[in-house]
């Protein structure tokens, strides 16, 4: 595996990330806003956001969603699944969807659509990384980690190849 962002690269990236949204959401009414990472890539990142948003003065309610489209493959199904549903009403909430990678963006768009349908006052989306591909939905999130290339099929930091990898300490390209 060739190593495209180390341990420090993702701590520091992420604290940045964390002081946006935490001043995003300084604006936010009551209720509360959602932090909902979406399992399982995004668990690492989610973890580690959510307690940097924290130090910044931002304590989310945290909610995970699960949507999966891979299914142990390498490539997208083009179909997006329900998992594991939120438990919270989002209704009048800010939501902010924590996921690892962008490459499809079907399933940040299906993620998006769902918190709306439910009435949430907005949605926001963060990734760790967002690949340069073209996309068969047209999304754009709110707040990007790293850039990576089309062909790199990422592992470590809670993303994996067929459930591996995902305990690596970095970010990885897979060969």
Do not use: W
Not at 28 to 43: I, K, N, S
Not at 117 to 132: D, F, I, P, Q, S
Not at 158 to 165: K, S, T, V
């Amino acid at each position: 595996m060739r190593l495209l962002f180390n341990q420090d690269d993702i701590r520091a990236r992420v604290d940045e990330l964390a002081a946006a949204i935490a001043r995003d959401f300084a604006e936010a009414e009551a209720p509360a806003p959602v932090a909902a990472p979406v399992l399982t890539g995004a668990l690492f990142f989610g973890a580690d956001l959510v307690r940097a948003l924290y130090r910044h003065g931002c304590d989310p309610i945290v909610d995970c969603v699960q949507l999966g489209s891979y299914g142990g493959a390498r490539a997208s199904s083009g179909v997006v699944k329900l998992l594991k549903d939120f438990t919270v009403d989002l209704a009048g909430r800010d939501v902010l969807l924590i996921d690892d990678v962008l490459d499809t963006g079907r399933s940040l768009h299906f993620g998006k659509a769902m918190v709306m349908e439910r009435g949430a006052r907005r949605a926001l989306t963060a990734v760790l990384v967002r690949k340069a591909t073209g996309r068969s939905e047209d999304v754009a999130p709110d707040y990007v980690g790293f850039e990576a290339g089309a062909d790199d099929f990422l592992v470590g930091y809670g993303m994996d190849d067929a459930g591996l990898g995902r305990g690596a300490p970095g970010i990885f390209a897979a060969q």
